[in-house]
C-alpha cells in the first residue's frame, strides 16, 4: 500500500513554469513506477509522464514532450513533474500515480492501464 499526496498546483500565465511535487508513503518505495495523469474538465483522464522506479527511464505523452520533466528521488520517497512552456490546455487536476512492479526497477506506467494507486490531485490552470 502506498499513499500519494501532491503539492504545488495553481494559477500560472501561459508561457510559465510550475513544479508539482508527489510524497509517497509506505515501504519500498522504489518498487513503484509512478506518474501522472490529467484530467480537464469535460474530458477524459490521460497520461503526462511516467519514471521507472530506479528513476532511469521516462516517457512522456506528445503532447507535454520537450516541456515537462519527470524525477524521482527514492531517498525522499517523492516524485516531482517539472513544467515549462506552459499552455492554457495544460490546464486540469493533475493525479500522481504509483504501480507496484516489484523487482523490476526498470518498467514504466502504461498510458492505456490504470495505475493501483492515485493522489487526490492538485489544480493546474493556465491563464492565457
Known amino acids: 500500500q502506498v499513499r500519494l499526496v501532491e503539492a504545488g498546483g495553481g494559477l500560472v500565465q501561459a508561457g510559465g513554469s510550475l513544479r508539482l511535487s508527489c510524497a509517497a508513503s509506505?515501504?519500498?518505495?522504489?518498487?513503484?513506477?509512478m506518474g501522472w495523469f490529467r484530467q480537464a474538465p469535460g474530458k477524459n483522464r490521460e497520461f503526462v509522464a511516467t519514471v521507472s522506479g530506479s528513476g532511469v527511464n521516462t516517457h512522456y505523452a506528445d503532447s507535454v514532450k520537450g516541456r515537462f520533466t519527470i524525477s524521482r528521488d527514492n531517498a525522499k520517497n517523492a516524485v516531482y513533474l517539472q513544467m515549462n512552456g506552459l499552455k492554457p490546455e495544460d490546464t486540469a487536476v493533475y493525479y500522481c500515480?504509483?504501480?507496484?512492479?516489484?523487482?523490476?526497477?526498470?518498467?514504466?506506467?502504461?498510458?492505456?492501464?490504470?495505475?493501483?494507486?492515485w493522489g487526490q490531485g492538485t489544480q493546474v490552470t493556465v491563464s492565457s
Open positions: 500515480t504509483g504501480h507496484f512492479f516489484g523487482s523490476n526497477w526498470s518498467g514504466v506506467l502504461r498510458a492505456d492501464v490504470s495505475p493501483d494507486y
Open positions: 509506505g515501504d519500498a518505495f522504489n518498487s513503484y513506477a
